[in-house]
Structures are given as structure tokens and as C-alpha cells.
């Protein structure tokens, strides 16, 4: 689960996907809770996305 874009194969595009994939399993496997995404593109854009995991029991 762990290391940068090159070692998965994907150095661009996929990279914040990826990223908000790996957020969403670590908060499922803490039982739930908050989690934040930054990513920026090109060096001048970026975007920000705040994920929410609820307990489903």
C-alpha cells in the first residue's frame, strides 16, 4: 500500500486517484473517521478534498 507513483507504475494522472483510493482504505481499516486530500497539478492548480468514512455497523 505504501510508496510514490513511480513504484506503482502511474507518475501523473493517476497519482491523486490513487491517493484518495489509499485514503479512503486506511480510514475503512481505523474503523472510520476524517481524512483530507491536496494535490496539485502542473505546479499552479491544485484541489482539496475532505473524505468522510462512517462506521457501517
Known amino acids: 500500500n505504501y ?14 486517484l490513487r491517493a484518495i483510493c489509499e ?3 486506511e480510514l ?12 496539485c497539478a502542473a505546479g499552479d492548480s491544485s484541489m482539496a478534498a475532505v473524505v468522510e468514512v462512517r462506521d457501517a455497523a
Open 3 to 16: 510508496g510514490c507513483s513511480l513504484i506503482w507504475g502511474h507518475p501523473q494522472g493517476p497519482t491523486g
Open 23 to 25: 485514503l479512503i482504505e
Open 28 to 39: 475503512v481499516i481505523r474503523g472510520g473517521g476524517l481524512g483530507l486530500f491536496n494535490g
